[in-house]
């Protein structure tokens, strides 16, 4: 699933262009590329068929920077770590009471 800025993008159109083929003011492109706003159902419908994919395939947010790390991370496999699930080092003491 990629985002509108993605597909224009890919597409090497400007906001402006994309604007003109949806029928709206530039200014609502960007709104919609920079998660302020979303497009209307009518207009995800048109972008749908400017894009050539059914609308549903079409991400209206993009995914936070933080959920991006995560997802190049798991497509490298598993990464070693020195802490547990906890994010408790592995050489920290156990809090067991024993001195």
């Known amino acids: 699933m990629k985002t509108i800025r993605e597909l224009r993008q890919e597409r090497a159109w400007s906001q402006y262009e994309l604007a003109i083929q949806i029928g709206v003011h530039p200014q609502a492109v960007y709104l919609w590329e920079s998660g302020r706003r979303m497009p209307l159902v009518p207009q995800v419908r048109k972008l ?7 609308s549903d395939e079409i991400a209206l947010v993009e995914p936070p ?10 497509a ?5 770590s020195s802490e547990h699930e906890e994010g408790v080092p592995l050489d920290a003491d ?3 009471g024993t001195t």
């Open 48 to 54: 749908g068929q400017v894009f050539g994919l059914c």
């Open 65 to 74: 920077s933080s959920l991006k790390r995560v997802a190049r991370r798991s």
């Open 76 to 80: 490298r496999g598993p990464q070693p």
């Open 94 to 96: 156990d809090d067991t």
